[in-house]
Nanobody, 124 residues
Framework: QVQLVESGGGLVQAGGSLRPSCAASGRPFSLAGVGWFRQAPGKEREFVATIAWRSGSTYYADSVKGRFTISRDNAKNTVYLQMSSLKPEDTAVYFC?????????????????WGQGTQVTVSS
């Protein structure tokens, strides 16, 4: 069992930055990867970024490449999503998720554990 707690969302103007974090507890050593997803009103949940737990390899959605950076602090079992140059279309609830499977880390269905979500609102 893995528990995930997100924090660090908020309201920011376009062009600004935020750094939500995701703290994992339980059995984080069993993870395959930790990812961030987002869901805007009326839309499906979509992949944003992920980090493979053992290798540290990172992957990003095309819409956030060059603006967002995912990183981790192994000592704290925490994953961060540094979001810069934010746009109004980045507005969504951002979810942290943990995968323990061998499936693609880019797919929602590969993730078993989910946090409660944190709201990110970007005003124009």
């Amino acid at each position: 069992q893995v528990q995930l707690v997100e924090s660090g969302g908020g309201l920011v103007q376009a062009g600004g930055s935020l750094r939500p974090s995701c703290a994992a507890s339980g059995r984080p050593f069993s993870l395959a990867g930790v990812g961030w997803f987002r869901q805007a009103p009326g839309k499906e949940r979509e992949f944003v970024a992920t980090i493979a737990w053992r290798s540290g390899s990172t992957y990003y959605a095309d819409s956030v490449k060059g603006r967002f950076t995912i990183s981790r602090d192994n000592a704290k079992n925490t994953v961060y999503l540094q979001m810069s140059s934010l746009k109004p279309e980045d507005t969504a609830v951002y979810f942290c998720a943990a995968s323990i499977s061998s499936g693609s880390l880019l797919r929602v269905t590969s993730y078993k554990y989910w946090g409660q979500g944190t709201q990110v609102t970007v005003s124009s």
